[in-house]
């Protein structure tokens, strides 16, 4: 057997809204998804196509995205897609019947593990079962199951990879799988998060999902290129899709609000998608404004996925006016006491949230400041 390539991707969660796209829609992201697989795959020389799980948004979406799907298989008709099915897309007969007559696409079903062979390596895998989703079906494998290098698609959780959005469904240690005796490659799904480790020639990865679903998953998305050649694996990660990048924008205590709308609208003529996250010093009036108009910003400049104003210094120009009132009601709130209600403050620790209350105290009286004075700084 001669080298080969394969590729690996998981968790698109095709027919899923895409909620920071504002400007077209989530189809069209998806097409254009699609379209970029076909080159790659044509460019590359893939011989076959491993899908983790979490293909599909659910077992419910709309019959558009069915038919992208079918199209995409038809494009691709010499190269066969080994499919788990997922958390999200659970194993369905009557769901998955719309690709019964694709031969190029081979289902692994959920009551057992079951194996196919392509290129003349073995391809193994077990489709997602709630009904067992905390007993991981290759923890009970004996070290020699596999006889020859294998492929072994899983749609899972290590518990190695720590993830707080992600449930811990079919659990199982990269110890455990890597302590088969035949060299493996371990395509897994459920993590959204790239992840790579290899051991005593066995890999083990998570592509992470190649689109980003959730408007936090920011940096480059991937798909794996997986080369196999002599018995042993090897992973290229491809950059593929688009991304969300984090934005640092340091403010001055001089701007406007006018010139953070500007700074703003001047990123919606690049192709990426931002998470701002705004530093520096601004002017209490200016942060009631931006805080007031921020979901407004975020609806209407179509790239703008978030805005983070956590780092802004709030600043008040107290030396351009003086007041008695002024005086009192700084020396209040310096002796205020924040008290916060018990069930909130233990949502707070459970989820480690990092509060700053003097800074939200000073904040608050800038703003308040800012409000009541603002006629006199103008």
């Not at 707070?348 to 003097?358: L, M, P, S, T, V």
């Amino acid at each position: 057997m001669g080298r080969i390539k394969f590729l690996h991707f998981s968790d698109l969660h095709l027919g899923r809204p895409l909620s920071f796209i504002k400007k077209g829609n989530s189809f069209s992201f998806y097409s254009k998804f699609f379209d970029e697989l076909v080159e790659l795959i044509q460019r590359e020389g893939i011989s076959f196509l491993v899908l983790a799980g979490d293909i599909f948004n659910s077992n419910y979406i709309e019959y558009r995205y069915r038919l992208l799907f079918k199209k995409f298989l038809k494009s691709i008709n010499n190269c066969n897609v080994y499919y788990v099915a997922g958390n999200h897309d659970e194993y369905s007969e009557k769901f998955l019947s719309f690709l019964s007559s694709e031969k190029n696409f081979k289902v692994f079903e959920k009551n057992k593990i079951s194996h196919y062979t392509d290129n003349g390596i073995n391809i193994y895998g077990i489709s997602f079962d709630f009904k067992k989703l905390g007993e991981n079906p290759f923890s009970t494998l004996s070290e020699d199951y596999f006889l020859s290098p294998a492929i072994c698609v899983l749609h899972c959780n290590l518990t190695d990879v720590v993830s707080d959005e992600h449930e811990n469904y079919y659990p199982i240690s990269i110890d455990r799988l890597t302590n088969f005796k035949a060299n493996c490659y371990f395509a897994l799904g459920h993590i959204h998060k790239y992840f790579l480790k290899s051991i005593d020639n066995k890999v083990v990865s998570y592509p992470g999902s190649p689109i980003p679903v959730r408007s936090n998953e920011v940096g480059e998305r991937y798909v794996n290129i997986v080369e196999y050649d002599n018995g042993r694996f090897s992973v290229v990660k491809y950059p593929v899709g688009f991304r969300i990048e984090e934005l640092e924008v340091k403010l001055e205590h001089s701007y406007s609000f006018s010139d953070i709308e500007s700074i703003l609208i001047e990123l919606e003529s690049n192709n990426s998608y931002y998470i701002v996250k705004f530093c520096g010093e601004i002017d209490a009036g200016v942060y009631e404004d931006l805080l007031i108009s921020k979901m407004d910003l975020i609806d209407n400049i179509s790239n703008i996925v978030d805005i983070n104003m956590d780092n802004l210094i709030v600043k008040m120009d107290f030396e351009r006016f003086s007041s008695p009132f002024l005086n009192i009601m700084k020396d209040e709130f310096a002796h205020l006491n924040l008290e916060i209600n018990p069930k909130l403050l233990k949502f707070i620790r459970k989820y480690g949230i990092d509060i700053d209350f003097e800074r939200a105290k000073k904040n608050g009286f800038d703003i308040l400041s800012s409000r009541i004075f603002r006629d006199d700084i103008k």
